[in-house]
């Protein structure tokens, strides 16, 4: 039963077994809580968004088109969520730790043995992410971390393919360029 794709669980679940709602739960919830924290820092606000996604997805889960992956729109969600979290809580720290294992692609081979980057490479990028729009943030989580498609992502955040391409693109130029103004690069 755990083989099935989302697609199918979810039919599933439509046609009344609603006991299988729990494996969805299962393969989502420490990933939705990974995405999540890259946004916020207090434990008890991310469980209660992954909760509420989680409720959301249940209510809703008779207006989920089958013919698009469950993937998307569960994280579709949560961005939905996430972003109205810190609309209403304008002044919270926006973080994100753990650089290496979002961007690991310029730094993979350096740090393969080591479990995080050193100190100060890490406050580097956390102050820079700090100075990037949200729009750009997302993008830069969700390919990176996430390791979405451009087309996950657009469907995600509800833009075309080509823009997610140009939002990535300017979040990696601008992500360089607060880099290059600290004079470490």
């Given at each position: ?46 469980t ?24 998307s ?19 919270e ?10 961007f ?17 490479l ?6 820079s ?56 690069i």
């Amino acid at each position: 039963m755990d083989t099935q794709s989302d697609e199918q669980l979810v039919g599933r679940i439509r046609k009344g077994e609603k006991e299988l709602f729990g494996i969805l739960i299962d393969r989502y919830e420490a990933k939705l809580t990974r995405y999540i924290k890259r946004f916020l820092q207090n434990e008890e606000d991310i469980t209660d968004i992954v909760q509420n996604v989680f409720i959301k997805v249940f209510i809703n889960l008779q207006s989920f088109d089958v013919d698009r992956l469950f993937n998307s729109w569960i994280y579709r969600i949560a961005h939905n969520e996430t972003v109205t979290y810190l609309k209403k809580r304008g002044n919270e720290k926006v973080s994100f730790l753990d650089f290496d294992t979002m961007f690991p692609h310029p730094f993979a081979k350096e740090t393969a043995d080591k479990p995080t980057l050193d100190k100060e490479l890490e406050d580097l990028m956390t102050s820079s992410l700090s100075l990037i729009p949200l729009k750009y943030k997302e993008i830069l989580v969700l390919y990176y971390y996430e390791e979405l498609s451009y087309q996950e992502i657009a469907d995600i955040l509800h833009i075309p393919i080509a823009t997610a391409g140009v939002r990535l693109r300017r979040g990696r130029e601008q992500l360089e360029r607060h880099i290059k103004k600290e004079d470490h690069i």
